[in-house]
């Protein structure tokens, strides 16, 4: 396709169990960020790949989060030993350029964690 | 720090009504500044942006005019339309590259 895609839509999680998201961005794309988006609120960012490296991580909220792109174009966020507090839409938008002044985004992932 | 402050939702306005949201910020230097629209059960959109003080951004009859005076980012519209029920973000690009958005505006237009 020609957006950004990603995967799945829709996920429930058991608390204390691992989930891997992921994110197919617009072929060529070099920037690939994360965003996570409570209900009601903005999306906040987690964590910025350009090409396969990962440049800012800042935004994760613990050691229970990671991310990846190993290659340079698909990009997994994993959570481990998922808390209801993560609950919440995470985003997957990808950039053209190296200056990230427009992104593409997905439409999110919901994670819904019981 | 760098953040956005958008005006609380949601918004209720009749067909062709006025619209204003408004959006401040706060930042070191003049960043980028945009305006993003996610319509429902879609990923957000880029719906205009300014890059510098004084500059307006405009596209589908939306515009917004950078002010430095005021940290200022205001959306408008002349006359709404029902299509334009969505939920809009205001955002700066920060010095490390990564956008920051408000916490979002929802817009209901009834027709």
Sequence with gaps: GAGVSQSPRYKVAKRGQDVALRCDPISGHVSLFWYQQALGQGPEFLTYFQNEAQLDKSGLPSDRFFAERPEGSVSTLKIQRTQQEDSAVYLCASSPRLVNEKLFFGSGTQLSVL | GNSVTQMEGPVTLSEEAFLTINCTYTATGYPSLFWY?????????????????????????????????????????????????????????????????????????KP
């Design chain 2, 37 to 109: 629209v996610q319509y429902p059960g879609e990923g957000l959109q880029l719906l205009l942006k300014a890059t510098k003080a004084d500059d307006k951004g405009s596209n589908k009859g939306f515009e917004a005019t950078y002010r430095k005076e005021t940290t200022s980012f205001h959306l408008e519209k002349g006359s709404v339309q029902v299509s334009d029920s969505a939920v809009y973000f205001c955002a700066q690009l920060n010095q490390g590259g990564k956008l920051i958005f408000g916490q979002g505006t929802e817009l209901s237009v």
